[in-house]
């Protein structure tokens, strides 16, 4: 009864006040109930010492556990914005580069920062977007009433901006280059775990080992399909979500694909690693790279 009523406050009546208040009241608020209460707390738990045996961590574990709270809260506001207020969640975006717009493409990037706003950009763009996610063998038993209610308006909303439906991935291969070839464009997070060891490729990390899904690599190499990598990284000081677009690219190789996301995945954990979304699981993730 306690953890629904907490969240109640953590999914609905904190990330509303972004929907309710202008970002100067309600960030400043969202920035003291991070630091200074234990609502979000499950968000940061073993993220800092998990992430210490990968990279060097420059900041506080107290700075670290607040940006990690931060994050998660700001992921689960997202949700609220683009559905009542996408006018004003767009007003927070700041944009380096541009969405290619002549044909369809691959937009790929990673589970860090706060990427909901990516749907309504590309939309804004008169570009349509679908989002690609992977089914998860683990059941989300541990979810609460409340978070299970909130997951699922949320899936409901991603779907509706994503063509009525996003693609699984696991059978979305064609449907992926139907919809490239009809000018959409297929958002792909290619750091989503992999559970089953006989489908992927390996990225190499920090000198670490990554499995990602090998369909994406061979959609892209095989079917010649172009694509753009992109990041949208939560600015901590103001609330604003910045976009970085790279530009349009292809390649048939797909050991030039390997190397330019593992590039881009170092990159990103480098320059702001609080914002990556699983490094609480991560040690079952990275695998010592047995080459070296």
Same mark, same amino acid.
């Given at each position: ?94 944009? =380096? &580069? ?64 994503? &063509? =009525?439906?996003?693609?699984?991935? &696991? ?112 040690? &079952? ?8």
């Amino acid at each position: 009864m306690l953890r629904e009523f907490k969240n109640v406050f953590e999914f609905y009546l904190i990330p509303f006040l972004a929907v309710i208040f202008p970002n100067k009241i309600f960030y400043p608020i969202f920035k003291f109930v991070c630091r200074y209460t234990f609502l979000y707390n499950k968000y940061s738990q073993n993220s800092y010492s998990e992430a210490k045996k990968f990279i060097k961590v420059s900041q506080k574990k107290k700075t670290w556990d607040t940006h990690v709270k931060l994050l998660f809260l700001i992921d689960i506001t997202d949700f609220w914005l683009a559905r009542f207020r996408p006018k004003k969640m767009l007003k927070l975006l700041n944009r =380096s &580069g541009n969405w290619h717009t002549d044909n369809g493409h691959m937009a790929m990037s990673l589970h860090w920062g706060s990427g909901y706003i990516t749907l309504l950009d590309l939309k804004q763009h008169n570009l349509d977007p679908y989002f690609v996610y992977s089914e998860t063998p683990v059941e989300f038993k541990f979810q609460s009433f409340i978070e299970r209610q909130y997951r699922k308006a949320r899936t409901k909303h991603i779907n509706n901006i994503s &063509g =009525s439906m996003a693609i699984a991935t &696991g059978g979305g291969y064609d449907r992926i280059k139907n919809i490239v070839s009809n000018d959409g464009v297929p958002i792909l997070l290619f750091d989503a775990p992999q559970y089953n060891k006989e489908t992927h490729y390996q990225l190499t990390v920090f000198n670490q080992k990554y499995n990602i899904a090998k369909g994406f690599v061979r959609l892209i190499c095989t079917e010649k399909i172009n694509y753009q990598l992109y990041s949208v990284k939560l600015n901590y000081a103001s609330g604003s979500r910045e976009i970085s677009i790279k530009q349009l690219n292809n390649t048939q190789s797909e050991e030039n694909l390997i190397k330019e996301l593992s590039l881009f995945f170092e990159e990103l954990l480098t320059s702001s690693p609080e914002q990556w979304f699983f490094w609480r699981q991560s040690s &079952g993730l990275f695998m010592e790279n047995s080459n070296e």
